[in-house]
Protein backbone atom coordinates (compact mmCIF):
# COMPACT_ATOMS: atom_id res chain seq x y z
CA UNK A 1 0.00 0.00 0.00
CA UNK A 2 0.92 3.64 -0.48
CA UNK A 3 2.15 5.94 2.24
CA UNK A 4 -0.53 8.73 0.97
CA UNK A 5 -3.25 10.75 2.76
CA UNK A 6 -5.67 7.56 3.12
CA UNK A 7 -2.80 5.69 4.61
CA UNK A 8 -2.04 8.61 7.36
CA UNK A 9 -5.71 8.92 7.81
CA UNK A 10 -6.64 4.70 8.39
CA UNK A 11 -3.38 5.01 10.59
CA UNK A 12 -4.57 7.91 13.24
CA UNK A 13 -8.16 5.77 13.02
CA UNK A 14 -6.05 2.60 14.22
CA UNK A 15 -4.16 4.67 16.57
CA UNK A 16 -7.33 5.82 18.44
CA UNK A 17 -8.55 2.48 18.10
CA UNK A 18 -5.86 1.33 19.82
CA UNK A 19 -6.27 3.89 22.40
CA UNK A 20 -8.86 2.71 23.11
CA UNK A 21 -8.70 -1.20 23.16
CA UNK A 22 -5.40 -0.44 25.38
CA UNK A 23 -6.72 2.37 27.95
CA UNK A 24 -7.26 0.06 31.31
CA UNK A 25 -3.55 -1.23 30.71
CA UNK A 26 -2.05 1.96 30.01
CA UNK A 27 -4.02 3.08 33.00
CA UNK A 28 -2.69 0.16 34.99
CA UNK A 29 0.67 0.50 33.67
CA UNK A 30 0.74 4.28 34.73
CA UNK A 31 -0.22 3.42 38.54
CA UNK A 32 2.18 1.60 39.19
CA UNK A 33 4.82 4.04 38.74
CA UNK A 34 2.45 7.25 37.26
CA UNK A 35 -0.45 9.63 37.66
CA UNK A 36 -2.38 6.88 36.32
CA UNK A 37 -4.11 8.89 34.01
CA UNK A 38 -1.99 7.82 30.60
CA UNK A 39 -4.19 5.61 29.43
CA UNK A 40 -7.25 7.97 29.67
CA UNK A 41 -5.10 10.64 28.06
CA UNK A 42 -4.44 8.82 24.96
CA UNK A 43 -7.87 7.51 24.76
CA UNK A 44 -9.86 10.91 24.89
CA UNK A 45 -6.59 12.83 22.74
CA UNK A 46 -7.08 10.32 19.82
CA UNK A 47 -10.70 10.45 19.89
CA UNK A 48 -10.80 14.42 19.49
CA UNK A 49 -8.04 13.71 16.40
CA UNK A 50 -11.15 11.26 15.03
CA UNK A 51 -13.49 13.95 15.62
CA UNK A 52 -10.83 16.57 14.12
CA UNK A 53 -10.27 14.43 11.04
CA UNK A 54 -14.41 13.89 10.29
CA UNK A 55 -14.99 17.65 10.04
CA UNK A 56 -12.77 17.72 6.84
CA UNK A 57 -9.77 14.75 5.65
CA UNK A 58 -6.50 17.06 5.17
CA UNK A 59 -4.77 16.87 1.74
CA UNK A 60 -1.13 15.63 2.89
CA UNK A 61 0.28 13.29 5.28
CA UNK A 62 2.09 16.21 6.70
CA UNK A 63 -1.09 18.43 7.21
CA UNK A 64 -2.75 15.06 8.54
CA UNK A 65 0.21 14.94 11.25
CA UNK A 66 0.02 18.81 12.22
CA UNK A 67 -3.67 18.37 13.37
CA UNK A 68 -2.98 15.15 14.99
CA UNK A 69 -0.31 17.54 16.74
CA UNK A 70 -2.06 20.44 18.03
CA UNK A 71 -5.37 18.46 18.65
CA UNK A 72 -3.05 16.35 21.51
CA UNK A 73 -1.25 19.39 22.53
CA UNK A 74 -4.61 21.13 23.46
CA UNK A 75 -6.49 18.04 24.73
CA UNK A 76 -4.14 15.46 26.25
CA UNK A 77 -3.41 16.15 30.28
CA UNK A 78 0.66 15.31 31.09
CA UNK A 79 3.73 14.96 29.89
CA UNK A 80 1.97 13.21 27.18
CA UNK A 81 -0.02 15.84 25.49
CA UNK A 82 3.64 18.18 24.74
CA UNK A 83 5.93 14.72 23.95
CA UNK A 84 3.44 13.42 21.49
CA UNK A 85 2.07 17.11 20.07
CA UNK A 86 5.96 17.53 19.69
CA UNK A 87 6.81 14.19 17.93
CA UNK A 88 3.67 14.59 15.43
CA UNK A 89 4.85 18.18 14.64
CA UNK A 90 8.31 17.63 14.02
CA UNK A 91 7.44 14.64 11.51
CA UNK A 92 5.02 16.66 9.68
CA UNK A 93 7.88 18.90 9.00
CA UNK A 94 9.79 16.32 8.06
CA UNK A 95 7.79 15.21 5.48
CA UNK A 96 7.08 18.86 4.01
CA UNK A 97 4.54 18.54 1.37
CA UNK A 98 4.59 14.78 -0.31
CA UNK A 99 1.74 13.72 -0.91
CA UNK A 100 3.59 10.07 -0.88
CA UNK A 101 5.64 8.81 2.01
CA UNK A 102 8.76 6.55 1.01
CA UNK A 103 10.85 4.69 2.89
CA UNK A 104 13.98 7.00 3.79
CA UNK A 105 11.29 9.42 4.31
CA UNK A 106 9.57 7.50 6.72
CA UNK A 107 12.75 6.63 8.36
CA UNK A 108 13.49 10.18 8.85
CA UNK A 109 10.17 11.67 9.79
CA UNK A 110 10.43 8.75 12.65
CA UNK A 111 14.00 10.37 13.56
CA UNK A 112 12.30 13.88 13.48
CA UNK A 113 9.82 12.83 15.86
CA UNK A 114 12.16 11.38 18.43
CA UNK A 115 14.72 14.19 18.26
CA UNK A 116 11.32 16.27 19.14
CA UNK A 117 10.17 13.97 22.16
CA UNK A 118 14.22 13.98 23.67
CA UNK A 119 14.05 17.73 23.09
CA UNK A 120 10.95 18.26 24.58
CA UNK A 121 12.01 15.68 27.62
CA UNK A 122 15.30 15.73 27.71
CA UNK A 123 15.56 11.97 28.02
CA UNK A 124 17.79 9.47 26.38
CA UNK A 125 17.73 5.70 25.92
CA UNK A 126 17.79 4.18 29.10
CA UNK A 127 15.83 6.94 31.28
CA UNK A 128 12.42 4.56 31.23
CA UNK A 129 10.99 6.62 28.82
CA UNK A 130 9.01 6.76 25.53
CA UNK A 131 12.69 7.40 24.33
CA UNK A 132 13.16 3.58 24.69
CA UNK A 133 10.65 1.98 22.34
CA UNK A 134 11.15 5.32 19.94
CA UNK A 135 15.51 5.01 19.46
CA UNK A 136 15.24 1.87 18.41
CA UNK A 137 12.36 2.03 16.28
CA UNK A 138 14.09 5.10 14.13
CA UNK A 139 17.28 2.90 14.15
CA UNK A 140 15.57 -0.43 12.85
CA UNK A 141 13.73 2.01 10.02
CA UNK A 142 16.97 3.49 9.01
CA UNK A 143 18.57 -0.21 8.65
CA UNK A 144 15.55 -1.51 6.72
CA UNK A 145 15.57 2.11 4.43
CA UNK A 146 18.91 2.14 3.94
CA UNK A 147 19.37 -1.42 2.29
CA UNK A 148 17.32 0.18 -0.78
CA UNK A 149 15.59 -3.09 -1.47
CA UNK A 150 12.93 -2.84 1.49
CA UNK A 151 9.26 -1.92 0.39
CA UNK A 152 6.86 0.17 2.76
CA UNK A 153 5.65 -2.36 5.07
CA UNK A 154 8.80 -3.55 5.43
CA UNK A 155 10.33 -0.42 6.90
CA UNK A 156 6.69 0.13 8.96
CA UNK A 157 7.16 -3.40 10.39
CA UNK A 158 10.89 -3.30 11.56
CA UNK A 159 10.03 -0.15 13.09
CA UNK A 160 6.67 -1.17 15.05
CA UNK A 161 9.39 -4.82 16.33
CA UNK A 162 11.75 -2.59 17.55
CA UNK A 163 9.51 -0.23 19.50
CA UNK A 164 7.57 -3.12 20.77
CA UNK A 165 11.01 -4.82 22.08
CA UNK A 166 12.06 -1.51 23.45
CA UNK A 167 8.93 -1.01 25.39
CA UNK A 168 9.52 -4.49 26.82
CA UNK A 169 13.09 -3.80 27.69
CA UNK A 170 11.76 -0.71 30.39
CA UNK A 171 10.71 -3.59 32.66
CA UNK A 172 14.13 -3.65 34.21
CA UNK A 173 15.17 0.02 34.11
CA UNK A 174 15.33 1.77 36.99
CA UNK A 175 13.14 5.84 35.43
CA UNK A 176 15.77 8.71 35.64
CA UNK A 177 12.92 11.10 34.06
CA UNK A 178 9.57 11.71 34.94
CA UNK A 179 7.36 11.22 37.82
CA UNK A 180 7.92 7.62 37.56
CA UNK A 181 12.13 8.91 38.66
CA UNK A 182 10.47 9.75 42.03
CA UNK A 183 10.10 5.98 43.13
CA UNK A 184 14.31 5.47 42.17
CA UNK A 185 14.52 1.56 42.57
CA UNK A 186 11.13 0.78 43.21
CA UNK A 187 10.47 2.02 39.32
CA UNK A 188 12.02 -1.49 38.20
CA UNK A 189 9.88 -4.47 37.50
CA UNK A 190 7.04 -1.85 35.59
CA UNK A 191 6.61 -1.54 32.27
CA UNK A 192 6.96 2.19 30.95
CA UNK A 193 3.42 3.46 29.78
CA UNK A 194 4.67 5.72 27.08
CA UNK A 195 6.99 3.34 25.87
CA UNK A 196 3.67 0.86 25.35
CA UNK A 197 1.49 3.57 24.06
CA UNK A 198 4.72 4.44 21.76
CA UNK A 199 4.65 0.86 20.38
CA UNK A 200 0.83 1.19 20.19
CA UNK A 201 1.08 3.99 17.60
CA UNK A 202 3.70 2.12 15.22
CA UNK A 203 2.33 -0.69 15.00
CA UNK A 204 -1.03 0.75 14.07
CA UNK A 205 0.85 2.45 11.44
CA UNK A 206 1.80 -1.70 10.27
CA UNK A 207 -2.11 -2.68 10.18
CA UNK A 208 -3.26 0.34 8.38
CA UNK A 209 -1.00 -0.45 5.53
CA UNK A 210 -1.17 -3.81 5.76
Same mark, same amino acid.
Given at each position: MELDIAWTVKWLQLCAEAMAEHRVELIELDRAIGD?????NMDRGFQAVLAKLADGPPE? &???? $?? $?TAMTLM???? @? +? +?? &?? /? @? !?AFLRAATSLGDAARIDPPAWAAALAAARDGIVARGKAEPGDKTMVDAWTPAVDAA??? =???GNADNLA? $?? =? +? +?EAAEAGAVA !?? &??? =??? @?? =?? /? $??ERSAGHRDPGAVSSALILRAAVEAAA
Open positions: SDHGET &PSAA $LK $LSTVG @G +A +AG &PL /Y @G !TRNA =ADGV $LV =A +A +A !TD &PMV =ARK @GR =AS /Y $LG
